[in-house]
Every structure is written in structure tokens, then in C-alpha cells.
T-cell receptor
Framework: DGGITQSPKYLFRKEGQNVTLSCEQNLNHDAMYWYRQDPGQGLRLIYYSQIVNDFQKGDIAEGYSVSREKKESFPLTVTSAQKNPTAFYLC?????????????FGSGTRLTVV | KQEVTQIPAALSVPEGENLVLNCSFTDSAIYNLQWFRQDPGKGLTSLLLIQSSQREQTSGRLNASLDKSSGRSTLYIAASQPGDSATYLCAVKKGGGNKLTFGTGTQLKVEL
């Protein structure tokens, strides 16, 4: 079945560590996105990519980095510069053309600073 | 800047009741609007997508409507069940771009 796989489901980070969240899709979607979700707040866009080897900052990119070396993969690194990384992270993908196509989301990664 | 608001923030209803969730957006130049469901600790599941040229979409007990000119969408759930308990999110895609802007959601609880 086609879909988006995020791993790990739970991740614990020590102060000063960089951690990488994985996102893989087999939907042949062009675009991929990373969102952060905090209690009581809507989803906020971190980074997005519409094509391999290209990506753009979203609304809250500081302290995060991404790469898009393959169409299927869009990993997110939470760096030590992100001061409040504890949150639920969601990856999504979509086609680029056509009004009839929406987003597909993964199951999320919960990151906790210990 | 597009802003999306969902009212109410939380809703508790008895099983079997028909209910309406509301979503409003400030910029009517949208490409489409998507309704999602999120269970606690889970990702988002797409329920319905309404293109900008459409007025409504239906799937089973769910019906979503779109009024672009007034910047509103409603999600109608018929004959609610305890399994419908979840957070419902609406999101709009602006014309000319692919980014979604999300509302903060309505947390629904359907009680026996």
C-alpha cells in the first residue's frame, strides 16, 4: 500500500544533541513537508520541498535542517540550536499540480528533550 | 496572511446527534480546502477535499460544504458515534502555492 512512513515513533534527545527524523513516501508525490504540532496550537510549517535537491524554509525553520537527495525521502534534523524541540512532528506529501489532490500525512514522531 | 479559525474549540455531544463543525478563513483566494481527522498521538487522516470550484463533498456520514465568497466551510457529521471522537482540522491551500494553512481544530467527544 502506498503511504508515508515516519520513524522513529518516539525519540528522546539530550541537551546539545542533533537528532534526525526520517520520512519516506512511496506515493510518487513531488512535494514533501515537515510540520510541528504543539498542544493548543495549529500545525506550523518547518520546511518544504517541491523537487529533489531543493527546499524552502517555512514559518519556523530556525534550529532545523533538511535534505532532499531522493524524491522518496525528506529527513529532518533537529539541531542543538532549536531551543524548544519537544513537540510532535508530522511529515506530509502531495502532488504539485491539480486542485483535486490534497496532502497525505505520516503517523508522526514525538520528540522529547531529556 | 491567511488565517484559519475553527469554532468551537471543543464539543461534546450524545451519540446519535447530528453536528456541524465550522471553519473560516480570511483570504478567499484558495485552491482547495481539506478536512482532516486526528486521533490522540496519531497523524492526520484526510476526510474530504473540496476544490475551489466545488460547493460540497460527501463521504458516508460526512458532508463538507464550501462558501468561498464568505470564507467559510462546514463539516456535517450525521448520526454521530463514539468512534467519531477525535480532533477535526481544516486546512486551506492558497492559489499559486502548495502550502496548507491549518486551523487549530475542534476536539469532538461523542458520548454513549
Amino acid at each position: 500500500d502506498g503511504g508515508i512512513t515516519q520513524s522513529p515513533k518516539y525519540l528522546f534527545r539530550k541537551e546539545g544533541q542533533n537528532v534526525t527524523l526520517s520520512c519516506e513516501q512511496n506515493l510518487n508525490h513531488d512535494a514533501m513537508y515537515w510540520y510541528r504540532q504543539d498542544p493548543g496550537q495549529g500545525l506550523r510549517l518547518i520546511y518544504y520541498s517541491q523537487i529533489v535537491n531543493d527546499f524552502q524554509k517555512g514559518d519556523i525553520a530556525e534550529g532545523y535542517s533538511v535534505s532532499r537527495e531522493k524524491k522518496e525521502s525528506f529527513p529532518l534534523t533537529v539541531t542543538s540550536a532549536q531551543k524548544n524541540p519537544t513537540a510532535f512532528y508530522l511529515c506530509a506529501s502531495s502532488l504539485l499540480q491539480g486542485t483535486g489532490y490534497g496532502y497525505t500525512f505520516g503517523s508522526g514522531t514525538r520528540l522529547t528533550v531529556v | 496572511k491567511q488565517e484559519v479559525t475553527q469554532i468551537p474549540a471543543a464539543l461534546s455531544v450524545p451519540e446519535g446527534e447530528n453536528l456541524v463543525l465550522n471553519c473560516s478563513f480570511t483570504d478567499s483566494a484558495i485552491y482547495n480546502l481539506q478536512w482532516f481527522r486526528q486521533d490522540p498521538g496519531k497523524g492526520l487522516t484526510s476526510l474530504l477535499l473540496i476544490q475551489s470550484s466545488q460547493r460540497e463533498q460527501t463521504s458516508g456520514r460526512l458532508n463538507a460544504s464550501l462558501d468561498k465568497s464568505s470564507g467559510r466551510s462546514t463539516l456535517y457529521i450525521a448520526a454521530s458515534q463514539p468512534g467519531d471522537s477525535a480532533t477535526y482540522l481544516c486546512a486551506v491551500k492558497k492559489g499559486g502555492g502548495n502550502k496548507l494553512t491549518f486551523g487549530t481544530g475542534t476536539q469532538l467527544k461523542v458520548e454513549l
